[in-house]
């Protein structure tokens, strides 16, 4: 049996890591997954790097520089070019804040994306024939070490072994975009009527054929709503075989 984490906004927990061991990036303590964000001047682009343990997904937050914004949307194959040339492929979401800054919400399902990160200086992001940005970034390898130490820890205090989950050669990867099975109707109806929002955190156990067999959210705090209506629509997914090495 294999066990998928999944880290599902609904808005805002804490993580229980320490502080990163670095200058320019502190964690997000809004987020129950290991999330990083980084400092910057005031105008200047911002990222924020969130990696959910036992997921392999690596999401990123960017918001742009003041100046003309990019049109809002949603695309599942967008393609993000790092510096050594190779591509990946990210579902992103375009929106803009109250003070006019184009924000890019990219979620990345190949695990190799966070290790090429280091060894970048900018992000080409484009979605069909139009080019949409490029982002300047700098991510110090030792910053993807200290998020490799997180997920171990945190993977631990949700009773998964961190050893077990890197010893495999291939994780229980989602055969679909798992978010794109959500609707505005599963939102909790009385969450939704007093305007409460979550961060739940659900663990899945899947068996050798993909299929779900047991679901739980396992984050804390949460109304108890948000992990039923997550599972009645996550019990239906399916996963890619895990393959040990």
């Not at 880290?7 to 200058?23: D, G, H, I, K, R």
């Not at 964690?27 to 980084?38: G, I, N, V, Y």
């Not at 495999?168 to 099975?181: F, I, N, T």
Request: glycine share 6%; aromatic share 6%.
């Amino acid at each position: 049996m294999i066990t998928a984490v999944l880290a599902l906004v609904f808005s805002a927990q804490a993580s229980a890591a320490e502080p990163a061991n670095t200058e320019t990036w502190e964690w997000d303590s809004r987020l129950p997954t290991c999330a990083l964000k980084q400092h910057v001047p005031a105008g200047a682009e911002e990222v924020m790097i969130e990696r959910t343990p036992g997921g392999e997904e690596t999401q990123l937050l960017v918001t742009l520089q003041p100046g003309p914004t990019l049109d809002k949307g949603h695309a599942l194959d967008a393609v993000v070019k790092v510096d050594s040339g190779r591509a990946f492929l990210a579902d992103i979401t375009l929106s803009v804040d109250g003070d006019s800054r184009s924000k890019l919400y990219l979620d990345f399902s190949d695990p190799a994306f966070i290790d090429n990160l280091p060894a970048t200086a900018a992000l080409s992001i484009s979605y069909g024939k139009n080019k949409i940005v490029r982002v300047p970034i700098h991510v110090p390898a030792k910053l993807v070490a200290t998020l490799r130490e997180c997920e171990d820890t945190t993977m631990g205090e949700w009773g998964i072994d961190p050893l077990a989950w890197r010893s495999l050669r291939s994780r229980p990867l989602p055969a679909e975009h798992v978010k794109e099975r959500f609707r505005d109707l599963d939102y909790p109806a009385d969450a939704l009527a007093a305007n409460v929002e979550a961060d739940a955190v659900i663990r899945l156990d899947v068996a050798p054929n993909g299929s779900v067999t047991d679901c739980g959210m396992i984050n804390p705090g949460v109304p108890k709503p948000f992990g039923v209506a997550s599972c009645n629509v996550l019990k239906g997914a399916k996963f890619k075989r895990a393959t040990a090495r």
